[in-house]
């Protein structure tokens, strides 16, 4: 049996109330498997605006979220190839915000900011159906990541 997670930790692990919600009712889990699929299930459930709400906690990429609650910790563990990083991940980062009116989202942890200004590029020309699957996806990953690390 997987412990059960406080409501604190699993807005740590996504900001969206709906999703953490959702996940504590469903709680206890009988395995860490069973909590990581329904996390997976529940994110590629939720509605656009939700996913938003989580997004907002996400800081720019390349920028270092401020404070010492555990959500930033892992912000900043997760970005630190690419805090720092030249103009042109900043010139990127501008661009995307421009074309999708909302923070580019990548699971970077292990990723160089040469990987991360790739993929950000390769990003830009996604129309806006196939980019909210790929932020889906970027956001179920960094969630896996979080919540393996609650568990630790």
Known sequence: ???????????????????ALHMDAKA???????LLATSD?????LAWRDVTEALAAHPRIGSRM?????????SRHEQSAAVGADAELAAANEDYERKFDRVFLISAEGLSAAEILADLRRRLVN???D??????????????KRLLRCLE
């Open 1 to 19: 049996m997987v412990r059960r997670l406080s409501t604190t930790e699993l807005l740590a692990c996504c900001a969206s109330r709906r999703w």
């Open 28 to 34: 206890p889990y009988p395995d860490v498997a069973k």
């Open 41 to 45: 299930t529940e994110l590629a459930a």
């Open 66 to 74: 401020a404070g010492s609650s555990r959500e930033a910790e892992w």
């Open 127 to 129: 129309n806006e159906v």
């Open 131 to 144: 980019e909210r699957a790929e932020v889906r996806r970027e956001l179920a990953a960094i969630v896996r």
